[in-house]
């Protein structure tokens, strides 16, 4: 796979993921979208180690600060969100403020690259 296509692919993933667990948030009694968010999770993270293999950075580490901060972000979105779902039903509907600004500091970790 080429950059253009994994960068199609993992933004594609991200947008589907962040958008899968919005309907969750919301309804979270709909099962398709919490498998849907879960595997869209798997292809993010796949197509984001694919990424950075192309960056010439590697999977083994020691990564860049930007690279660590994303990861935080993902594993945060893909591990509260359905804990939050599950046991705090009516809480669920205050994350999707937090998540919008996690989106929006993940794009600026990627444009900017800090550190």
């Known amino acids: 796979m080429n950059y253009f296509d994994t960068k199609l692919l993992h933004l594609f993933a991200v947008f589907v993921m962040f958008l899968s667990i919005t309907v969750s ?3 979270p009694e709909k099962k398709l979208h919490k498998i849907l968010s ?13 990424l950075l293999r192309r ?9 860049p600060a930007w690279v660590l901060v994303k990861m935080a972000i993902w594993l945060s ?9 599950k046991k705090f039903t009516k809480f669920a509907r205050f994350l999707y403020l937090p998540w919008i600004i996690l989106i ?4 600026a970790m990627v444009i900017y690259k800090p550190l």
Do not use: R
């Not at 879960?38 to 694919?50: D, N, R």
């Not at 960056?55 to 990564?63: A, K, T, Y």
């Open 104 to 107: 929006f500091i993940a794009i």
């Open 55 to 63: 960056f010439g950075i590697s999977h083994s580490g020691p990564f």
């Open 77 to 85: 979105v893909t591990i509260i969100t359905p804990i939050v779902v």
């Open 25 to 27: 948030l919301y309804q």
């Open 38 to 50: 879960g595997i869209f999770s798997l292809i993010v993270l796949i197509s984001g180690v694919l």
